[in-house]
């Protein structure tokens, strides 16, 4: 399996970016995906994640009204629309599969993961 994230960028404060993450395989629908980032200095950490049916989902409450995770499994494809961003939001961006169809944010069950993306927001 092999994960590939695309649609970072340097953008303003207040400004908007969509990142895509475009997965290798046949049994993308049958897993839950999440979106997670890592700030420097700081630890990986959890920003959104959907089942396998999208029918499920969950923010972290800083990134709650804000972001908007979906995923389209006819094109193996999760996505995470970003607006009114804040320059807290600045860290590597990573999309990831969990190991079940259902969605959770520990980071230990989510076994594949992509190359992350850079999110620059300056003030």
């Known amino acids: 399996v092999q994960l590939v994230e695309s649609g970072g960028g340097l953008v303003q404060a207040g400004g908007s970016l969509r990142l895509s993450c475009a997965a290798s395989g046949r049994t993308f629908s049958s897993y839950a995906m999440g979106w997670f980032r890592q700030a420097p200095g700081k630890e990986r950490e959890f920003v959104a994640a959907i089942s396998w049916s999208g029918d499920s989902i969950y923010y972290v409450d800083s990134v709650k009204g804000r972001f908007t995770i979906s995923r389209d499994n006819a094109k193996n494809t999760v996505y995470l629309q970003m607006n009114s961003l804040k320059p807290e939001d600045t860290a590597v961006y990573y999309c990831?599969?969990?190991?079940?169809?259902?969605?959770?944010?520990?980071?230990?069950?989510?076994?594949?993961w992509g190359q992350g993306t850079q999110v620059t927001v300056s003030s």
């Open positions: 990831a599969r969990k190991n079940t169809g259902v969605l959770g944010i520990s980071l230990a069950s989510y076994n594949y």
